[in-house]
Each structure stands twice: as structure tokens, then as C-alpha cells.
């Protein structure tokens, strides 16, 4: 098949939409067996535009039992010997990524949207009662009608609480609502299957934390360090003829360009001692226009996060100096009280792991990349000094 035939999926987040239209596509489907067949409840942080959305997607695919969709996929062929693969279950999936919730109320009317569109799946109305308990309704129903415990799917649950971290009485009221809405995952836990919540950091007093005694956090676990992004062998495996391409145009050699992508936009380390994955959305807007441009940064960077290094008077050299530190307490969860901004410049994919004292316990943190490095120099900085 000749290059210009060859489908970039940019900005695609729907597994099947990359499947069905012929997108490329970087097989991360071993990852999922691997889940599913653990089973459980499971949580994971990555930046934003890092992939989590279209892993979800494809979990959701694989719990509705479309086996079509993975047809000489690398869970194709594990699951070949099991007899009960791809039975749908009844899949809930709860999306925040996609509203802004600056205004009050604002994560009520898209839980209740979830809420309408699954109840009239199930035939049943319940204007009258909380969300909670319409909620824990449509759970009981689905096991009824399907005879399967459930599946939850909860993409960027920090979204409502990320949006009005610098509006604490609406943050707190949408920390109620989650409390008081997904408590219902503890106490149903006999109807649920398998649970599975991406955001970009862990607020560890929100309830979905502290009510699932059982919700696993995998954000920095060896064996899922490359979950998300692409690792430089899956570049090579599904991208060459688009780098070939890349370096004709930008007058290099393959080999050159490959060294130039990996110092623009590889580096990110999930984990100690593991090979470094690209960053998606940077890496497939780049093979796209056959460019290195700074992608990711382009994409907006939170207030918030300013204002905390504003207000903290944040040393800009530690950035480069090999200084910042952080045990993994730190980069696994995140509070808005924290005046500490280093867990959330890792967590927001400003920062990565570097090194690893096992003796102490201890990361070494600092840029992932060049796109990062000197996007965040250029454009954050001036700012941040002139305050």
C-alpha cells in the first residue's frame, strides 16, 4: 500500500472508528488480556493527550464482545484458546473529558446525560431520585437483563475537580458529587465485573479513592509502563515508511530523523529503569506533517499550574540541574492544598523520572524532551519571572 493511502489517527479517540476506517494503529491490546484477565479495579494516571481516552475505547469494545474489531490483533490471537471470550457485558461509561465544568452543576447535568441515555436503554424513568441511586438501579437492571456483572469505565475523573481547582467552594461541591455518587461501587461490588479510571492525577480524599478497598493503581507499575504512548520499537514497527518520508522531506537520514523524533518527543519514564515511550499526540502530528513542531505544549497548559509555580517561587534551574526529587507518595497522588507543584509538573507530563535511588526511595525528575524542555522555557517562563 502506497504511503499517501496510509490513515493517521490524529485527535481519533474511538477504537472502532481507527479500526473500521483503516487507521494506523498501535496494538496495545496485550494489555488489555492482561487486565480483563486479572480482573479487578484499576487506576491510571498519564498526561493529558497521552492515550488513555482511546485505551479506554478499546476496553470498551473488548467488554462489549465486538471481536471483529481485534481481527489480527495480538488479543486475537490469546484469547484463541478460551471458549468464554467476547460475551458482551453491559458496559457504563462515564466520559469527562469532553465539557468544561466551570460552572455549578456543571458535573450533575453530564452525569444525569449519562444517566438518561442508559435508562432509556433499560426502559426505565427515575426523574424523582438522586443520581446515586438511579445510578445503582441501572446496575441492578443490567444484571438482571444480561445475567453478568457489570463493567464501570470512568475516563478523566479529575477533569470537574482539575477545572475549579482555583474555585474551592465549586470544587468541593463536585468532590460531593462524586462521593456521593460513586460510593455506589463500593457497596454494589457484588454486580461489578471490572472497573477501570484514567485521569491526570490521583486526588486521593475523593471518594472513589478511599471507598474502593480494592481500586489498584497501576501509574507506576513496571509491567504497564507502556501502556500508554509508543515505544520507540512500535514506532518503527507501524511508522517507517511515514519516517522515511519525514526524513526525504526534512533532508535527513532515516537514521537522523529517528534521533531527532526520539530528542523531540520520547523520554517519558513510567517507571524506573524502563525504556522511554513517545508522546502520541506530538509523534503522530509530526509524521502527519512531516515537521518537528512543539504539538503537545500547543495544547494549553493549566492556569493553575502557573499560578503555583508563581506563588511558590519555584527555582528555575532545578528544572535542569538534577534537583528535583520526589518519592513515589508524591507522584502517585496530588491534593490542591499541596504547595508542593512537583508532583503535578510529573503527573501533567511537564516533568518525567530520571533516575531512581532504591536506597531512598527517590526520583530524580527532569524534562522528558526537547518539545518540552524548550517549549516550557519559552513560553511558561517569561511569565513565571516577570510576576
Same mark, same amino acid.
Given at each position: 500500500?502506497?504511503?499517501?493511502?496510509?490513515? $493517521?489517527?490524529?485527535?481519533?479517540?474511538?477504537?472502532?472508528? $481507527?479500526?473500521?476506517?483503516?487507521?494506523?494503529? @498501535?496494538?496495545?491490546?496485550?494489555?488489555?488480556?492482561?487486565? @480483563?484477565? #486479572?480482573?479487578?479495579?484499576?487506576?491510571?494516571?498519564?498526561?493529558?493527550?497521552?492515550?488513555?481516552?482511546?485505551?479506554?475505547?478499546?476496553?470498551?469494545?473488548?467488554?462489549?464482545? +465486538?471481536?471483529?474489531?481485534?481481527?489480527?490483533?495480538?488479543?486475537?490471537?490469546?484469547?484463541?484458546? +478460551?471458549?468464554?471470550?467476547?460475551?458482551?457485558?453491559?458496559?457504563?461509561?462515564?466520559?469527562?473529558?469532553?465539557?468544561?465544568?466551570?460552572?455549578?452543576?456543571?458535573?450533575?447535568? @453530564?452525569?444525569?446525560?449519562?444517566?438518561?441515555?442508559?435508562?432509556?436503554?433499560?426502559?426505565?424513568?427515575?426523574?424523582?431520585?438522586?443520581?446515586? &441511586?438511579?445510578?445503582?438501579?441501572?446496575?441492578?437492571?443490567?444484571?438482571?437483563?444480561?445475567?453478568?456483572?457489570?463493567?464501570?469505565?470512568?475516563?478523566?475523573?479529575?477533569?470537574?475537580?482539575?477545572?475549579? $481547582?482555583?474555585?474551592?467552594?465549586?470544587?468541593?461541591?463536585?468532590?460531593? @458529587?462524586?462521593?456521593?455518587?460513586?460510593? *455506589?461501587?463500593?457497596?454494589?461490588?457484588?454486580?461489578?465485573?471490572?472497573?477501570?479510571? *484514567?485521569?491526570?492525577?490521583?486526588?486521593?480524599?475523593?471518594? &472513589?479513592?478511599?471507598?474502593?478497598?480494592?481500586?489498584?493503581?497501576?501509574?507506576?507499575?513496571?509491567?504497564?509502563?507502556?501502556?500508554?504512548?509508543?515505544?520507540?520499537?512500535?514506532?518503527?514497527?507501524?511508522?517507517?515508511?511515514?519516517?522515511?518520508?519525514?526524513?526525504? /522531506? !526534512?533532508?535527513?537520514?532515516?537514521?537522523?530523523?529517528?534521533?531527532?523524533?526520539?530528542?523531540?518527543?520520547?523520554?517519558?519514564?513510567?517507571?524506573?529503569? /524502563?525504556?522511554?515511550?513517545?508522546?502520541?499526540?506530538?509523534?503522530?502530528?509530526?509524521?502527519?506533517?512531516?515537521?518537528?513542531?512543539?504539538?503537545?505544549? #500547543?495544547?494549553?497548559?493549566?492556569?493553575?499550574?502557573?499560578? !503555583?509555580?508563581?506563588?511558590?517561587?519555584?527555582?528555575?534551574?532545578?528544572?535542569?540541574?538534577? *534537583?528535583?526529587?520526589?518519592?513515589q507518595i508524591a507522584l502517585m497522588g496530588s491534593e490542591s492544598?499541596?504547595?508542593?507543584?512537583?508532583?503535578?509538573?510529573? !503527573?501533567?507530563?511537564?516533568?518525567?523520572?530520571?533516575?531512581?535511588?532504591?536506597?531512598?526511595?527517590?526520583?530524580?525528575?527532569?524534562?522528558?524532551?526537547?518539545?518540552?524542555?524548550?517549549?516550557?522555557?519559552?513560553?511558561?517562563?517569561?511569565?513565571?519571572?516577570?510576576?
Amino acid at each position: 500500500m502506497e504511503q499517501r493511502f496510509r490513515k $493517521i489517527p490524529i485527535g481519533i479517540q474511538s477504537f472502532s472508528k $481507527i479500526i473500521k476506517d483503516q487507521y494506523l494503529y @498501535v496494538d496495545k491490546t496485550e494489555y488489555i488480556y492482561k487486565l @480483563v484477565h #486479572a480482573s479487578g479495579s484499576y487506576f491510571l494516571s498519564r498526561p493529558r493527550r497521552f492515550g488513555k481516552s482511546l485505551f479506554l475505547s478499546t476496553l470498551k469494545e473488548y467488554w462489549l464482545g +465486538n471481536k471483529e474489531l481485534f481481527h489480527g490483533l495480538k488479543i486475537e490471537a490469546l484469547e484463541a484458546d +478460551n471458549k468464554s471470550a467476547w460475551q458482551p457485558y453491559p458496559v457504563f461509561y462515564f466520559d469527562f473529558n469532553r465539557d468544561n465544568y466551570s460552572k455549578p452543576s456543571s458535573i450533575e447535568n @453530564v452525569m444525569n446525560a449519562h444517566l438518561v441515555k442508559w435508562e432509556a436503554e433499560y426502559e426505565c424513568t427515575q426523574p424523582d431520585r438522586s443520581l446515586a &441511586l438511579r445510578f445503582q438501579h441501572l446496575i441492578e437492571l443490567s444484571y438482571k437483563k444480561y445475567n453478568k456483572r457489570c463493567v464501570i469505565l470512568v475516563d478523566e475523573y479529575d477533569k470537574p475537580l482539575l477545572d475549579t $481547582i482555583d474555585n474551592p467552594e465549586l470544587n468541593d461541591r463536585n468532590r460531593a @458529587v462524586f462521593k456521593g455518587f460513586f460510593s *455506589t461501587l463500593k457497596s454494589f461490588d457484588e454486580f461489578i465485573e471490572f472497573v477501570f479510571i *484514567t485521569g491526570v492525577t490521583k486526588f486521593s480524599k475523593v471518594s &472513589l479513592f478511599s471507598d474502593l478497598n480494592q481500586l489498584r493503581d497501576i501509574s507506576l507499575n513496571k509491567e504497564y509502563a507502556s501502556i500508554c504512548g509508543i515505544t520507540e520499537a512500535e514506532m518503527k514497527a507501524v511508522f517507517l515508511p511515514e519516517i522515511e518520508t519525514m526524513a526525504a /522531506t !526534512q533532508n535527513l537520514s532515516v537514521q537522523d530523523c529517528m534521533l531527532k523524533l526520539k530528542q523531540t518527543y520520547d523520554g517519558y519514564h513510567f517507571y524506573q529503569d /524502563t525504556e522511554g515511550v513517545y508522546n502520541p499526540f506530538s509523534l503522530l502530528y509530526a509524521l502527519a506533517d512531516q515537521d518537528f513542531q512543539s504539538y503537545w505544549f #500547543a495544547t494549553g497548559t493549566p492556569t493553575f499550574l502557573i499560578k !503555583q509555580l508563581k506563588e511558590t517561587g519555584f527555582e528555575v534551574k532545578k528544572f535542569t540541574d538534577k *534537583t528535583l526529587y520526589a518519592d513515589q507518595i508524591a507522584l502517585m497522588g496530588s491534593e490542591s492544598d499541596n504547595p508542593d507543584p512537583v508532583p503535578l509538573l510529573y !503527573q501533567t507530563g511537564y516533568l518525567t523520572i530520571w533516575d531512581y535511588d532504591p536506597a531512598a526511595r527517590v526520583y530524580t525528575l527532569g524534562f522528558p524532551n526537547e518539545e518540552v524542555k524548550y517549549s516550557f522555557l519559552k513560553s511558561l517562563m517569561p511569565e513565571f519571572i516577570s510576576y
